[in-house]
């Protein structure tokens, strides 16, 4: 059910902004009720941080297949952010403006392993491990060799503010493609 309310705030987003989506018709558009939905989420909010979940699985079995590596991984890794530009955007400025709100560390929403299996079939049979998202970044900096280990600290730290800065940066310039400015970051920052 979970990933159902997942993909129905997903399609909501695509015409609509995060504020104007209402749970009682995104539970009806799913044949669910309000506590149904509240069983699993604290608030509509909180499904972002769900998509972030089954985001970073999807990154995890790039890094398990290797598919990608080094300043290619991290290209890559902003590009898929940018890949459905609309929605993409408005969860990321949706998230930036998530986070900003929030008094406490926001509850850790735990994934169950048939969770992982709709996510990514393929992933969950090869027994791929889910990654956080420092440890991600941290993969692709291993293989930049101008990048030293004391480093990655620092540079995942700015590269979260490169993650979160540019969604808020296109939004007020009213600009809708994101990657060149994810671009330009990551080359300033590994070059």
């Known amino acids: 059910m979970k990933v159902s309310i997942l993909e129905e705030m997903l399609n909501q987003l695509k015409s609509k902004n995060l504020n104007d989506i209402v749970i009682e018709e995104l539970c009806t558009n799913i044949n669910t009720t309000k506590v149904t939905f509240f069983k699993y989420f604290h608030y509509k909010e909180q499904v972002l941080d769900y998509f972030v979940m089954k985001w970073l699985y999807d990154r995890s079995f790039e890094i398990h297949c290797?598919?990608?590596?080094?300043?290619?991984?991290?290209?890559?890794?902003?590009?898929?952010?940018?890949?459905?530009?609309?929605?993409?955007?408005?969860?990321?400025?949706?998230?930036?403006?998530?986070?900003?709100?929030?008094?406490?560390?926001?509850?850790?929403?735990?994934?169950?392993p048939y969770e992982y299996y709709l996510f990514n079939q393929e992933a969950f049979e090869q027994k791929v491990k889910p990654l956080n998202l420092q440890e991600v970044f941290i993969y692709y900096l291993s293989g930049i060799k101008s990048i030293d280990a004391s480093q990655y600290h620092e540079l995942v730290c700015q590269l979260l503010a490169l993650m979160y800065g540019v969604p808020v940066q296109t939004h007020i310039m009213e600009l809708d493609d994101m990657y060149p400015f994810y671009e330009m970051g990551i080359n300033n920052l590994i070059k």
Not at 94 to 101: C, D
């Open 66 to 112: 290797k598919q990608f590596y080094g300043e290619d991984g991290l290209l890559h890794l902003f590009k898929s952010i940018c890949d459905d530009a609309t929605p993409g955007k408005k969860i990321m400025v949706s998230l930036v403006n998530y986070y900003s709100k929030l008094t406490e560390k926001p509850a850790i929403i735990e994934v169950s």
